[in-house]
Structures are given as structure tokens and as C-alpha cells.
Nanobody, 121 residues
Framework: QVQLVESGGGLVQAGGSLRISCAAS????????MTWYRQAPGKQRELIAT???????NYADSVKGRFTISRDNAKNTVYLQMNSLRPEDTAVYYC???????????????WGQGTQVTVSS
């Protein structure tokens, strides 16, 4: 079994900062990409930041320059540092990992349960 568990969400004022984390655990052989998504009420889930196993990153235009994605491969953990937060960043943030499991040849996609981030104006 594999689990992704997010943590670090909460309430913050506009202009503030927050760091959220996502730790993967279980029978993991290797993790390819790790990605943060978010979903606001009444909106579709959107990709906001991706990091590959080699450390290459990509960001949505809406967060570029404000958010930073990073990962600790030894801990199978991905982080999202969010600065200059805006009310429109309010959403449930989900992490996704593309990974291979011990003893299995293919890669699989796993999701965390989500963590709420609320930015007050």
C-alpha cells in the first residue's frame, strides 16, 4: 500500500506565507514526478506546480514567482512554499505522485486527501 499525506494547511492573512507538505509512504520503489493541485469551491482542480525526480520544476502562471515547489527524495516528501498569498489562493490543495511500487513494473498515480488553505482579505 502507498499513502500520501498532506499537512500544513490553515488560515493566513493576505500577503502572508504558508508551507504545506506531502509525505509519501509505503512500498515505494521510486517516485517520478510530484505535483501540487488545488481546487476552489465551484471550480475545477488545477495544476499549480510540478517537480521531477531530477529537480526540474514547472509552475502555473497564477503562482509563478510566489510559490516554490521542492522535494526531499530521502524522505519521499514534497513541499510547497507559498508567499504573497491572495484570497484567490483559497482552495483545497492536493498532492499527486507518479511512482513505482516495490516488485511491480509499472508506474501508478496516487493522490493525497487534501489540505485546506484559506487566505483572508
Amino acid at each position: 500500500q502507498v499513502q500520501l499525506v498532506e499537512s500544513g494547511g490553515g488560515l493566513v492573512q493576505a500577503g502572508g506565507s504558508l508551507r504545506i507538505s506531502c509525505a509519501a509512504s509505503g512500498s515505494i520503489a521510486s517516485i517520478n514526478s510530484m505535483t501540487w493541485y488545488r481546487q476552489a469551491p465551484g471550480k475545477q482542480r488545477e495544476l499549480i506546480a510540478t517537480i521531477t525526480s531530477g529537480g526540474s520544476t514547472n509552475y502555473a502562471d497564477s503562482v509563478k514567482g510566489r510559490f516554490t515547489i521542492s522535494r526531499d527524495n530521502a524522505k519521499n516528501t514534497v513541499y510547497l512554499q507559498m508567499n504573497s498569498l491572495r484570497p484567490e489562493d483559497t482552495a483545497v490543495y492536493y498532492c499527486n505522485a507518479i511512482l513505482s511500487r516495490v516488485g511491480r513494473p509499472n508506474e501508478y498515480s496516487y493522490w493525497g486527501q487534501g489540505t485546506q488553505v484559506t487566505v483572508s482579505s
